[in-house]
């Protein structure tokens, strides 16, 4: 998800746009001063990130595949991408990796153009992508820093047992934390730990207040294009503090009102006028072309109302909250609750109950080439959804942030395609368009 850093120009920002740019900014200059102020950072990953534990001990997460998307959304992944295949990574390999590692033989610059500090610590936690772990080795051969690796047991079952509970917390306990307390030199405070938990709690409260705003007629909200906005605070660097607490009780309050006054969401080109097709969106988005893909949608009256990327970082429209009474436990929760930590039936549940729930008219499936997370499974979810809900899926191809795997007129054609289809049935149906 990005963080808006790289904001598309949008006609009208609002203030928690504002905000939300100004954080991510604080953030990484703090990280680029980090070198002359000793401030310590552990690179980690967006599923089943540790960010309040690891603020808890004063140490600034770094997230690989944020800066990797934010690239993108820059236009420097191609380059990027070149260098890492002319090192000999495989054009299969995901982009995300290769944006990032040719980012790191290219200086390190972040985002907002300052150079990224070092990692301190290398916090792996696994959950269910083997390429992560490729991906944290490559960069321990390159900076010889401590690596410590959570394994996240998959939800094969559907269900989380307290055998895979007690499993996650005690590495937590006796792998993470003692790991943590060395990079930092602090001891482990749990009462701190408890706090920020406390305040992530709040922040998904009003995330999830956002993300149902979208069951109203007309949406006021994309909850995919613009969806990847409100979830970037909480799902990277700043879940458990103050500044994420005050941005989404903004956003909140902003999203309500424009609910209130029965206003489309937001999108490239200013307000959406009327909206014709509801959505339910699968995979994550293209960054390399991320305004035109959204526009696609935008000229065409469609707007997301529920998709499965937002969750990538945390199912909390399921009712998960941070639980500060229970905190290396709901850590642990969190860690296997995660999207691409579910099994293939539970996606399929999570798909359909959006399609029903959110009243949509159907669904859309992105599949990306680097994403075997996302990807694998996704023409079976198809025919599933489709079986359980009655309503037409779609389906197009890209990629992260590899721009030769986008194809404008490809997916404009598939999209139109998918509209017809929709009208096509709407009209069969008899029901109002
Ligand atoms: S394959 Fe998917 S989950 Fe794994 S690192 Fe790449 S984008 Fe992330």
């Known amino acids: 998800m990005p963080e808006t850093a790289a904001t598309p120009a949008t006609v009208h920002k609002e203030d928690s746009q504002v905000r939300q740019k100004n954080m991510i900014a604080a953030h990484y200059s703090r990280l ?31 997230l690989p595949e944020i800066n990797a998307l934010q690239s993108a959304m820059r236009g420097k992944s ?36 300052e150079r990224l500090p070092q990692p301190d ?20 051969e390159e900076y010889h820093c401590p690596v410590v690796m959570l394994h996240v047991p998959y939800q094969g079952d559907g269900v989380i047992t307290d055998s895979m509970r007690k499993y996650v917390v005690d590495q937590l306990r006796t792998k993470v934390i003692p790991a943590l307390e060395s990079v930092s030199g602090r001891s482990y405070d749990e009462d701190r730990l408890r706090e920020m938990l406390a305040r992530s709690a709040r922040a998904e409260d009003d995330l999830v207040a956002v993300l ?32 994420a607490v005050a941005y989404y009780s903004l956003l909140r309050a902003e999203v309500e009102e424009r609910g209130r006054q029965k206003l489309g969401p937001i999108t490239p080109d200013g307000p959406m006028a009327r ?22 949608f935008a000229d065409e009256g469609a ?9 990538v970082g945390g199912v909390y429209d399921f009712g998960f909250r941070h639980d500060p009474s229970r905190p290396i436990e709901t850590l642990a929760e969190y860690c296997m609750g995660c999207y691409t930590n579910l099994n293939l039936p539970s996606r399929v549940d999570m798909l359909a109950s959006y399609v029903r729930d959110y009243r949509a008219d159907g669904f859309l499936i992105n599949s990306v080439k680097s994403c075997n997370s ?12 489709e079986n359980r809900v009655g309503q037409p899926g779609g389906f197009i191809e890209s990629d992260l942030v590899d721009p030769r795997y986008f194809s404008a007129a490809n997916i404009k054609n598939r999209l139109e395609s998918y509209f017809q289809m929709i009208e096509q049935k709407r009209f069969g149906g008899g029901e109002a368009a």
């Open 374 to 385: 996302f990807s694998a499974g996704q023409l079976h979810i198809l025919r599933e959804v």
């Open 121 to 140: 610590l290398l916090l792996l936690s696994y959950t269910g992508c083997f390429t992560f772990m490729k991906w944290f080795e490559l960069l321990r």
């Open 275 to 296: 909206e014709r097709f509801r959505l339910v969106g699968e995979g994550p988005p293209n960054w390399t072309s991320f305004r035109e893909f959204w526009k696609m």
């Open 303 to 311: 707007v997301v109302v529920a998709s499965t990327y937002t969750k």
């Open 78 to 113: 191609r380059d990027y991408i070149a260098t890492a295949e002319k090192l000999g990574h495989s054009e299969d390999v995901c982009t995300y990796v290769k944006c990032d590692l040719g980012m790191m033989k290219s200086g390190n610059v972040g985002p907002t153009g």
């Open 212 to 243: 149902n705003a979208a069951r109203q007629r007309p949406s006021p909200i994309d909850a995919y294009f613009g969806g990847v906005y409100y979830i970037g605070p909480i799902f990277s660097a700043f879940r458990g503090t103050e500044d």
């Open 32 to 62: 680029a001063r980090a070198p002359e102020t000793g401030e310590k950072n552990v690179y980690t990953f967006v599923p089943g990130n540790l960010t309040e534990l690891i603020r808890s001990f004063d140490l600034l997460p770094v």
